[in-house]
């Protein structure tokens, strides 16, 4: 953590954690213990207009309230700085074929 900056903020370059669609509040956000339950990242205490909001994030597009289908950068204080990525994978073996949710890229920088 850089002097003067408090907290950080990530940024998605790609993200596709699980086929949910993020399309309304209920149903099928993408945010939330009781909707990302076998493939998510954890970044604790996210930020979306100054109240804290969910921490887990899964689906196609990563937004602090879990809609709509937009990605939005998500901002967090809570200190250290950590990001965790939590997979539903217990078979070994040869590799599945390819899926629309094959992971995440994200960028960061501090803010004050």
């Known amino acids: 953590q850089e002097e003067g900056y408090c907290c950080i903020q990530y940024t998605v370059i790609s993200y596709a954690i699980s ?9 099928n956000r993408c945010s939330g213990a009781s909707v990302c339950t076998i493939d998510y990242i954890l970044i604790p205490n996210a930020i979306t207009s100054g109240i804290v909001s969910y921490d887990r994030f899964c ?3 990563l937004n602090a309230v ?5 990605n939005v950068p ?3 204080c809570d200190l250290p700085f950590e990001v ?3 997979t539903g994978i217990n078979v070994v073996g040869p590799p599945a074929a390819v899926t629309a949710e094959d992971g995440f890229q994200l960028s960061y920088s501090q803010v004050a």
Not at 66 to 70: D, K, N, V, Y
Request: proline share 4%; with cysteine.
């Open 66 to 70: 879990g809609f709509p289908t937009s």
């Open 19 to 27: 086929a949910t669609t993020c399309a309304d509040a209920t149903d």
């Open 84 to 86: 965790s990525h939590v």
């Open 59 to 61: 689906g196609v597009n």
């Open 74 to 76: 998500i901002i967090t």
